[in-house]
């Protein structure tokens, strides 16, 4: 990962963070259900037909796969003006040059994260319920992965947090401007529904991943949330209660 210091770093994430929340849909691969193809051949076709982030997510597969995967797509996001996400692996991230990581609420604290990843990185967060938005981790985010919105089948461990906890964070999270990214079980009948809800972009593997023309299902995807973005007013923030 390319180190920055000072004002440079400052502002190299604040592009980022811009980049992430403007980019409508969010790609996470996993080759494990990508109907036998490459996850490069995936990002590929989902960089041509709109997709602008990447998240390397590769549970399913070895550290070696995840990191080949990962400076392939390094590549390829360059080529577009797109990001590139490792989830949870620190030394995949370092190793592959990415923009930042998502880290899930077991994995390393963000701040050692941040000591290793440098000023300029991407730290997303994920959030599965209120009470988790005022730990130093969630402040400290560049953006909030919200889910298991709806049930999914590539984390069946998931807690399913519906709609309600999008628009809770969304009035929360108005104050810091980070981004709000939905997450678990997302698809074109329901990501408009997401973007409703409170969502500034919506994170898919399957609806890309497994389509017949991951190109076609990138482009169909990312003009129903463009629509739904369009139709949204914005809300005014006002205090989120934790759930009991």
């Known amino acids: 990962m390319t180190a920055m210091r000072g004002d440079a770093a400052t502002a190299e994430r604040a ?14 691969t996993e080759e494990s259900l990508s109907a036998g193809r ?7 076709a989902a960089l041509a037909g709109g997709v602008r982030v990447v998240q390397v997510r590769e549970k399913d597969g070895s550290a070696r796969r995840a990191l080949e995967i990962a400076r392939a797509v390094r590549t390829m996001t360059r080529r577009f003006g797109a990001l590139l996400i490792v989830n949870d692996r620190i030394d995949i991230a370092l190793a592959s040059d990415a923009d930042g ?10 701040l050692e994260a ?10 997303g967060l994920s959030i599965t319920d209120a009470a988790q938005l005022t730990a130093p981790d969630a402040i400290a985010a560049d953006c909030l992965g919200v889910g298991a919105v709806f049930a999914t089948a590539s984390k069946l461990d998931a807690a ?18 980070a981004p709000i ?18 969502a500034d972009l919506v994170a898919v593997i399957t609806a890309i991943s497994a389509a017949a023309d991951p190109g076609r299902a990138a ?19 006002r205090p989120l209660q934790a759930r009991r």
């Open 101 to 110: 990581v998502h880290l899930g609420q077991t994995d390393m604290p963000l």
């Open 181 to 198: 990214v939905a997450i678990g079980g997302i698809n074109a009948g329901n990501a408009g529904a997401a973007i409703d809800a409170g």
């Open 219 to 237: 482009a169909e995807l990312l003009a129903i949330v463009r629509a739904a973005q369009a139709a949204r007013p914005e809300p005014a923030a």
């Open 114 to 123: 941040r000591r290793l990843l440098g000023d300029a990185a991407l730290i």
């Open 15 to 28: 592009r980022r963070r811009d980049l992430l929340r403007a980019a409508g849909v969010y790609l996470v």
């Open 160 to 177: 399913l947090t519906g709609l309600q906890l999008l628009a809770g964070v969304r009035d929360y999270r108005a104050s810091s401007g």
């Open 38 to 44: 490459r996850s490069e051949e995936i990002v590929e």
